[in-house]
């Protein structure tokens, strides 16, 4: 049950007081921002059923339960903030399989140190290629491309073209040297059968949500990140929550309506406070 009052608070408390199981030894993540990530590579504790689904690579299989076990792992295996919600789930030939948003790569970047070295550009046969080179902190470097078609396009948009293939190129090097293996967003709408239209899974539930729910998920999911990054007081976010639900504190049982209006304040304060791009608009998943 998502409250707006102790939900962001708890969860954000819970994941700071996680153990980590580095080689062999624990370590405390203190801080969900910053935290002491190493050259060791972290293990993850999974239950033997959730094993056995990931053989498959069909996530669909896995209960609401262990679907969230599965989220959380993957999230905590490369040092990430779940509540951020850096991950989205898709169809894939049939299968539930999570891509990584644009929020896992900006935050992987910042965690592992991940700078692009060189950028090339050529054109194939109509295709607009770019290789991305990068190297992380240890100096471990790695490069991937990104690739759009362009032959029949001009002006603006052969140039939003090409600045797209830039885009994927550099997140796709960014999820690699980091060591995930998952698509990324700007990949998804170019694979045909590959569209999270329809299939929204809730990070805290674990449960498929319907189309009315998706959009209240992911309200929710920006209502519990922005504040922690602007670093509300609950009297601030208690006092803000009144103004728009009264006394609602479920979210997912509010007035959407109202849940909208509040949505649309936070994200003004936000903005207003450089948390939040102005142009980044929210990404409904369908």
């Known amino acids: 049950m998502p409250s707006w009052e102790s939900g962001s608070d708890r969860a954000l408390a819970e ?14 993540v203190t801080d969900w921002k910053e935290p002491r990530m190493t050259d060791e590579i972290a293990t993850v504790n999974v239950p033997e059923q959730i094993e056995r ?17 599965y989220y959380n792992a993957v999230c905590k ?40 070295t060189k950028l090339d550009q050529e054109i194939v046969e109509g295709v607009y290629v770019v290789t991305a080179y990068a190297q992380d902190k240890t100096g471990r470097m790695d490069s991937e491309i990104g690739a759009v078609p362009i032959d029949t396009l001009k002006g603006e948009v052969r140039a939003n073209a090409t600045m797209k293939a830039v ?22 709408e170019s694979i045909p059968d590959a569209r999270p239209a329809g299939v929204t899974v809730d990070t805290s539930t674990g449960e498929v949500l319907e189309p009315e729910d998706r959009e209240r998920s992911a309200l929710i999911a ?7 990054k602007l670093k509300w007081s609950a009297q601030q976010k ?8 009264g006394e609602g504190k479920d979210l ?6 109202a849940l909208q209006g509040l949505h649309a304040e936070v994200k003004a304060a936000a903005v207003k406070a450089g948390v939040v791009e102005d142009d980044d608009e929210q990404r409904l998943p369908f």
Request: hydrophobic share 40%; with cysteine; net charge positive.
């Open 53 to 69: 689904v990931l053989m498959q690579g069909d996530l669909a299989a896995l209960s609401p339960k262990d679907r969230i076990t």
């Open 167 to 188: 885009t994927k190129a550099k997140r796709r090097v960014t999820l690699s040297i980091c060591g995930l293996g998952l698509l990324d967003e700007t990949e998804v």
């Open 238 to 245: 208690d006092e803000i929550r009144k103004k728009h639900l």
């Open 222 to 228: 920006d209502l519990m990140a922005w504040p922690v």
């Open 77 to 116: 295996s490369v040092g990430l903030n779940p509540l951020t919600r850096p991950f989205e789930y898709l169809k894939l030939s049939g299968k539930l399989v999570l891509y990584a948003r644009r929020d896992a790569t900006d935050q992987l970047r910042k965690l592992h140190g991940v700078s692009i």
């Open 15 to 28: 994941y700071r007081d996680e153990p980590w199981r580095l080689a062999g030894r624990k370590r405390i």
């Open 252 to 257: 997912m049982r509010v007035d959407l309506a």
